[in-house]
């Protein structure tokens, strides 16, 4: 895996150990991971992924709610996943930590009950995004959920201004889709169903939307 097949989490690998603190100070962190835990409902003995976990919050998270849920996060970046490790490691947090790509997840078909991933997929193309998908497809089992927080649809003025920051930082071709309100109609043209936003808040950078979809 090339250094040219993934971006850091702020874009730039000097900027990785500001991920954490920019993002409790800047975004209700703890309010929509807990949102998104709710609505997936991770329970014992189930899989889970958490897809393009960063610095592993959301996997963490994801394991103190459901204890007896077996948690997978993957990463594309090395160092992110060791700041990963260690935070796991400071709560005594089991989770495993792999390094992958979405478009190519390691993982064979059918191998999760459960998809989580929070603002991640703005950060890849459209044709990304659509691979990734259908990756998705491919390693949840028959039933199992895809559970998104990210960007969606502004939903007003204030909103669309409060975005195009956003755009202007990770790319306007990366984050059209979000723009647009596409991602429950990329899910379902990679293999997904009832496709769906299911909350949205206002945040200083925009729309944060909730999003679920399930594999018939």
Not at 85 to 101: C, H, M, T, W, Y
Not at 122 to 140: D, N, S, Y
């Amino acid at each position: 895996m090339s250094s040219r097949d993934y971006l850091p989490a702020l874009r730039f690998p000097a900027l990785t150990r500001f991920f954490d603190p920019l993002l409790r100070v800047a975004m209700p962190e703890g309010r929509f991971k807990r949102k998104l835990i709710e609505q997936a409902a991770p329970g014992p003995g189930r899989r889970v992924l958490d897809l393009g976990c960063g610095t592993g919050t959301l996997a963490i998270m994801v394991k103190q709610a459901g204890p007896g849920a077996e948690v997978v996060g993957l990463d594309a970046d090395p160092e992110i996943l060791e700041r990963a490790a260690s935070k796991a490691v400071e709560v005594g947090a089991e989770i495993q930590l792999d390094r992958g790509l979405s478009t190519e997840l390691p993982y064979e078909d059918g191998s999760f009950d459960l998809v989580l991933s929070t603002l991640f997929f703005h950060h890849l193309t459209g044709a990304a995004k659509r691979r990734t998908a259908a990756e998705i497809a491919r390693v949840l089992r028959p039933g199992g959920e895809l559970h998104v927080a990210d960007w969606g649809r502004p939903a007003d003025p204030v909103m669309r201004v409060a975005f195009a920051s956003v755009r202007l930082f990770d790319g306007f071709e990366q984050t059209r889709d979000n723009a647009a309100g596409a991602l429950p109609e990329i899910f379902e043209g990679g293999g997904l169903e009832r496709a769906e936003e299911t909350d949205r808040m206002r945040t200083a950078f925009g729309t944060l939307a909730l999003y679920r979809a399930r594999r018939p």
